[in-house]
């Protein structure tokens, strides 16, 4: 049985693909467009609309180096992304299926594995049994090459760290989430704390495993659990880390673009490259930050919303660009104005048909930040004669 698959022919059989990277969701075989899908037990069940449907591949989207895989392999990173993008509704039998993305050259640069569904529990409530080893191994059965793992405070970036540490393609980020700034306060020794951060970043990155400061900066659409001035004090405060460890920022900013370059200016000095990732801001707030030299930015199924941000997405220009997951938050819905696959949508903001082009500029984008030991082998890879 051969099934279309959004430009790809996905075969049940031997039969070989080439495809350049890797996504897919669960969907239909009627693959209709249209966000999340709600199924029962995802076994000859209905869908939201009452219609039964048989489970099918939707898509690959063609980010990093060619590739040739098997049916099979196909299979494996369907389940992973299926998997990774489930929630369950107060643990009921509905699951509402994500569309979800894995990026640049099989590199996921922010996937939150320290977040409570990977341990089984939703809404507070144990769901199931923790499963990430599952996850994982369907992640590399499926040809996922590098995960970054977020951290947005102090105890979740050590954990971040010690899943990082179990396997050589896991890598994760130290820093604490602006919406988090108050454990600076409430831990009693502001300095101390922020010691401790230091000194965990510089374990991890001499280990090889921390590739980035943060996830820091300024949200001031969730004032509620901190303060302005509070997220303003501890987002300059950890430039010093990327200072003294000469890494990377991941940076997160909401509604707060003013302060957030006012601060970015300062501290310019003490960086040299970053990316603003899950940007959602409008096209002032994109032009301040391109002003910053090395500074991408990251884009998934939130910066997909609106017309306007469509618009906005439209023109970044492409050497500035990566695109994420935020796993296992960020899924592009029905009700977003761009509701395909985030590389799509991307595509047709930039009415361009050479979606491989734009891959291999946001995989190049991704390794120049993050993996710069894997630019000249992927670049190979992509281009045949180097970057």
């Not at 039964?52 to 990093?64: D, P, R």
């Not at 048909?353 to 390794?367: M, P, S, V, Y």
């Amino acid at each position: 049985m051969t099934t279309k698959a959004g430009g790809f022919w996905a075969s049940s059989g031997r039969r070989r693909q080439t495809i350049i990277g890797l996504w897919t969701s669960w969907y239909p075989s009627t693959f209709s467009i249209g966000g999340n899908q709600t199924w029962k037990n995802n076994r000859g069940s209905k869908n939201s609309r009452g219609k039964k449907v048989a489970a099918g591949l939707e898509g690959v989207a063609y980010i990093g180096e060619e590739r040739t895989v098997t049916a099979d392999q196909i299979c494996e990173l369907q389940a992973y992304i299926s998997h990774i993008g489930v929630h369950k509704d107060e643990c009921s039998d509905d699951v509402k299926v994500n569309r979800f993305l894995v990026v640049s050259g099989n590199k996921d640069i922010a996937v939150n594995f320290t977040d409570g569904m990977f341990k089984g529990i939703y809404n507070n409530r144990r769901c199931h049994a923790a499963d990430l080893p599952v996850v994982l191994q369907r992640a590399w059965n499926a040809g996922v090459d590098r995960i970054i793992v977020t951290g947005g405070s102090l105890q979740e970036s050590r954990e971040a760290l010690a899943i990082a540490e179990t396997d050589g393609r896991l890598f994760c980020t130290v820093g604490v989430h602006p919406t988090r700034c108050m454990e600076f306060e409430e831990s009693g020794d502001p300095e101390l704390h922020f010691q401790e951060l230091l000194s965990l970043a510089r374990q991890g990155a001499e280990k090889g495993k921390v590739v980035a400061v943060g996830e820091c900066g300024l949200d001031y659409d969730r004032t509620h659990f901190c303060s302005p001035e509070v997220q303003k004090r501890y987002f300059e405060r950890q430039f010093e880390l990327a200072a003294a460890l000469k890494l990377p920022m991941f940076l997160h900013m909401r509604a707060a673009a003013e302060d957030f370059c006012d601060i970015l200016s300062r501290n310019k000095h003490l960086f040299t490259t970053g990316v603003a990732h899950s940007f959602t801001g409008s096209a002032k707030d994109c032009d301040l930050l391109l002003k910053f030299t090395g500074l991408y930015i990251g884009i998934n199924g939130c910066s997909l919303k609106t017309p306007e941000n469509l618009s906005v997405v439209g023109a970044i220009p492409i050497e500035r660009l990566m695109i994420e997951t935020d796993s296992p938050y960020c899924e592009i819905k029905s009700t977003h104005a761009g509701n395909r696959q985030v590389l799509e949508v991307l595509a047709a903001c930039k009415c361009t048909e050479d979606i491989h082009g734009l891959a291999r500029t946001i995989f190049q984008n991704t390794c120049r930040v993050f993996f710069p030991q894997d630019l000249d082998a992927a670049a190979d890879g992509v281009n045949g004669d180097g970057c």
